[in-house]
């Protein structure tokens, strides 16, 4: 059974930072893409940042480049997400993803989701 469990989220002024984590279980992701989304009230779930197991490449949509790093640990099943000079727009659920395919645009496995409140 793989689980994926975010933490770190939480209420922060617009221009401050959070720091997102997920940890991964179940088996090794050994060769596992992972990856963040995140679904504001009202609005469709949306791609924000990946980390491709080949060669470490990061991908990012337009609205987080430059302010967003998303990094992970192999040795510890963890992929994080720094998040710096937020605005109030990137209010919204934020969800890890896991896939065994290295694909940095579709992913088999979802966390929960951590919730993530800039306020103006």
């Known amino acids: 059974q793989v689980q994926l469990v975010e933490s770190g989220g939480g209420l922060v002024q617009a221009g401050g930072s959070l720091r997102l984590s997920c940890a991964a279980s179940g088996r090794t992701f050994s060769g596992y893409a992972m990856g963040w989304f995140r679904q504001a009230p009202g609005k469709e779930r949306e791609f924000v940042a990946a980390?491709?197991?080949?060669?470490?490449?990061?991908y990012y949509s337009d609205s987080v480049r430059g302010r967003f790093t998303v990094s992970r640990d192999n040795a510890k099943n963890t992929v994080s997400v720094q998040m710096n000079s937020l605005k109030p727009e990137d209010t919204a659920v934020y969800y890890c993803?896991?896939?065994?395919?290295?694909?940095?645009?579709?992913?088999?496995?979802w966390g929960q989701g951590t919730q993530v409140t800039v306020s103006s």
């Open positions: 993803a896991a896939d065994p395919r290295d694909r940095w645009d579709e992913y088999t496995y």
């Open positions: 980390i491709r197991w080949s060669g470490g490449r990061t």
